[in-house]
């Protein structure tokens, strides 16, 4: 048994390398303060730019799931998938400990 489970830890993903395609962003919606993980696949959900200094668009409808209101996000990055600028129009942006505590248990 010992044998597959080495196995396993080698073959499973860790850490950062967990999802190597996807880009995270995190959002807060303006109406009733819930918080959504959206996800950029690097892959498929850019779309390519061929005019000005940016490479890369990422534009998304993000909806929460408490009052359901939609958010629309607009990201534009370079050729290293570095983010030029960033806009969110009902919702603002927030950073990934702020998510994460927002997801916490309250004590």
């Known amino acids: 048994m010992g044998f597959f489970k080495k196995l396993a830890s080698v073959l ?3 850490g950062d390398n967990a999802d190597p395609y996807g880009i995270h962003f995190y959002v807060q919606c303006d109406r009733c303060g819930a918080v959504v ?4 696949d690097r ?3 850019l779309s390519r730019q061929y005019e000005g200094e ?3 668009v990422w534009r ?3 909806m929460d799931a408490r009052c359901f209101q939609l958010m629309r996000a607009e990201v534009h990055f ?3 998938y570095n983010i030029l600028s960033q806009e969110l ?3 603002r942006f927030i950073t990934k400990e702020e ?3 927002s997801k916490a248990p309250q004590t």
């Open 99 to 101: 998510y994460e505590q």
């Open 43 to 45: 892959r498929n959900d």
């Open 60 to 62: 998304k409808g993000i």
């Open 12 to 14: 499973s993903p860790k």
């Open 37 to 40: 993980d959206a996800r950029a």
């Open 89 to 91: 129009t009902g919702g």
């Open 54 to 56: 940016c490479a890369f």
């Open 78 to 80: 370079d050729e290293r």
